[in-house]
């Protein structure tokens, strides 16, 4: 499997086929003397913004830490959660219990599923 | 063990030098395979177009450069162990480039 | 049988949202200042939108794909981002135009100031994107959009003459004018070849669930739908051209656009304009509304769909609803919509490549398109497309400071 075409910026769904983000980061650990592994996937606006420059990536730590919806920010799926399927990483959890649908959650309870006809 | 954290996609476009200090080439791509249930890291995909090389910082450019096949684009397949990652900055090859694989174009 | 109902559903629903304020504008304001001389760019406009609705079209029935989610997993997050931050922006202001025309158009209607419709008209555009569904929003609107099919009964029945029209699709050097005339023509293409178009498209194969079946049916209407929309634009030019260039009336003000209709249709004319323009206008401005939340959502892997109840898609839905009241800001600050319209088709001109380069690397890519890539006609096609494109970049801003209006 190569990781940047099958996994990196791959659209994530949870198990019950839900969107749940992009992968926005692949992790690997390394041990001197042995081979690397990916170990997690990382999901988040932090990471996107550790991406595009590291100063972002500090300012968006940063805001994340005082208005932060998501406990945690970016959020990691260990790689034994995951299943890289053709045009999807499928992964074993449920979206809306985990950090990745925090902001979807908090907008739909409290400003978007207030409108009438939402 | 200490064990290090890299970040792929931090990884991806930076250059990789070779023990003389020359550039080789970016890196493009890892190459993984499953065993038990674990994700191992088996090679890095290391690029280089020549004289278009500023283009290739970007993925996109790398892309664009793809479409030209060999003549224009070549590279190495480098083994996990043969990557200094002390500094993520500055990836050092800890072996000679005549060592390293070629690159299969697809 | 059920796809030959698709086909002709699908040219209807390009045609009628192919019109939109940019190309009645820069269409008339060709006419008016050039005759016949820049059919041209009318023509090479809908050719290249042939070919990239085409490809889009193509790219997301194989590969599931929509061009954003393909831009954003072949390029990385920092590429999407120039094109996020790029393309959005410049889609804010083009919908801007959008609300603007919906507006003017109930100006001339009723004599109430263009600024005043603005937040109501965005509430309107807001509220049936927020209860209605995708095939409610591009058959509702594109149906009524059939009236734009004025235009073309008008310029035929004017009977023009046609060697002349016919030397127009050539390009030629204009005897006056010259930063002017290339200025409108670039105006012209960035109102024909307008990425939101086929990034809705695109939106649109997955949410109608193309697969491979539908290559014929998306070939056919890709480009009976936008040769047919082609022919409006150019039927636009045309009236303008027997009008209003023989009166010396240059296109400066919204109001003098009705008066490609009256003298054909008499007082009918008028209110034929104003539906033409309120019924395209708003159809535009809904679908640009989508793309900006469709780019969005499915750039970061959000949930969206028009068919999903809007508190499913909470993200989406914002996105949507932040970009309508944008639209609808601008409006109200009182910019010239005119002025306004111009400046934003030359700005999609400008930042075209943006958009275009990556097909060159998507449709040839087996990962997408399998066996379905580019032949070498199509890369070809592109690749001449790609040139267009980078040179009107290059040329745009410059030509905005020496010819615009």
């Given at each position: ?11 994530l ?18 041990e ?20 595009l420059?590291?100063?972002l ?14 406990q945690q ?13 053709g045009?999807?990483?499928?992964a074993d ?26 | ?38 994700c ?5 995909l ?6 278009l ?9 790398r ?8 003549t ?35 | ?26 269409a008339?304001?060709?006419g ?33 794909h929509?061009?954003p ?9 920092n ?15 083009v919908?801007?135009a ?11 209607a009723t ?75 670039v ?18 194969a ?14 056919v ?7 047919f ?40 004319g ?22 900006i939340?469709?780019?969005?959502a ?36 009182g ?14 001109a ?45 040329v ?10």
């Amino acid at each position: 499997m190569d990781l940047v075409r099958d996994c990196l910026d791959k659209q994530l769904v949870d198990r019950n086929g839900h969107n749940m983000g992009r992968v926005d980061g692949v992790v690997l650990q390394l041990e001197k003397g042995k081979q690397p592994i990916v170990a997690f996937v990382e999901v988040g606006p932090v990471c996107q913004a550790e991406r595009l420059h590291r100063s972002l990536g500090r300012v968006a730590k940063a805001i994340s830490r005082r208005v932060g919806v998501a406990q945690q920010d970016p959020f990691r799926i260990p790689w034994s959660k995951l299943v890289a399927a053709g045009i999807e990483v499928i992964a074993d959890v449920d979206a809306e219990e985990t950090p990745a649908l925090a902001w979807e959650l908090w907008l739909r309870k409290k400003i978007i599923g207030r409108i009438p006809g939402a | 063990m200490v064990k290090q954290e890299l970040h792929l996609e931090l990884l991806l476009g930076k250059q990789v030098f070779a023990l003389n200090g020359k550039a080789i080439g970016r890196i493009e791509e890892v190459r993984t395979e499953l065993r038990k249930g674990e994700c191992f890291v088996v090679a890095f995909l290391v690029g280089t177009y020549a004289v278009l090389e500023r283009l290739s910082s970007w993925r996109l450019g790398r892309a664009i450069l793809g479409l030209f096949g060999s003549t224009i684009k070549t590279g190495y397949n480098v083994q996990w162990d043969k990557i200094d990652f002390a500094d993520p900055e500055r990836l050092k090859l800890i072996c000679k480039v005549d060592e390293l694989l070629p690159l299969e174009l697809e | 049988m059920k796809k030959i109902f698709e086909i002709a559903l699908g040219i209807v629903t390009s045609v009628g949202g192919f019109l939109e304020i940019g190309s009645i504008t820069t269409a008339a304001q060709a006419g008016a200042g050039f005759g016949y001389q820049l059919l041209w760019a009318i023509l090479l406009g809908g050719l290249c939108v042939i070919f990239l609705v085409e490809q889009a079209g193509r790219l997301s029935a194989v590969s599931g794909h929509t061009i954003p989610g393909a831009i954003r997993e072949r390029f990385g997050l920092n590429y999407f981002a120039v094109l996020f931050v790029v393309l959005g922006l410049v889609t804010l202001l083009v919908l801007g135009a959008e609300i603007g025309g919906v507006c003017i158009a109930m100006e001339l209607a009723t004599g109430i100031g263009f600024q005043w419709w603005a937040l109501p008209i965005a509430f309107l555009i807001w509220l049936i994107i927020w209860k209605g569904t995708f095939g409610i929003i591009e058959k509702g609107v594109s149906f009524l959009g059939l009236v734009t099919l004025c235009f073309v009964v008008g310029a035929f029945l004017f009977n023009p003459p046609w060697t002349n029209v016919a030397a127009g699709a050539l390009p030629a050097l204009p005897a006056h004018d010259k930063a002017h005339y290339w200025f409108v023509a670039v105006s012209i293409l960035g109102a024909s070849i307008s990425p939101y178009l086929f990034f809705f498209y695109s939106a649109g194969a997955i949410e109608d669930k193309w697969d491979e079946s539908y290559i014929g049916v998306n070939r056919v209407i890709a480009a009976g739908g936008m040769s047919f929309g082609t022919l409006i634009s150019v039927s636009v030019l045309i009236l303008a051209a027997v009008i209003l260039l023989p009166r010396g009336i240059q296109v400066e003000h919204y109001s003098q656009l009705p008066m490609l209709l009256v003298p054909v249709f008499g007082r009918s004319g008028f209110w034929l304009f104003v539906a033409s323009l309120t019924i395209a206008c708003l159809g535009a401005a809904m679908e640009i509304t989508l793309e900006i939340a469709y780019l969005t959502a499915q750039g970061f892997g959000w949930n969206w769909s028009e068919n999903q109840r809007p508190k499913e898609e909470a993200r989406f839905s914002l996105v949507y609803t932040i970009a309508i009241l944008v639209g609808a800001l601008i409006v109200v600050t009182g910019i010239d919509p005119l002025q306004l319209t111009i400046l934003s088709m030359v700005l999609t001109a400008a930042t075209l490549p943006i958009s275009i380069v990556p097909f060159l690397v998507l449709m040839n890519d087996k990962y997408y398109v399998e066996e379905h890539g580019n032949g070498w006609f199509s890369n070809t096609v592109l690749c001449l497309i790609i040139a267009v494109a980078l040179l009107v970049t290059l040329v745009a801003i410059p030509l905005q400071i020496f010819g615009g209006s």
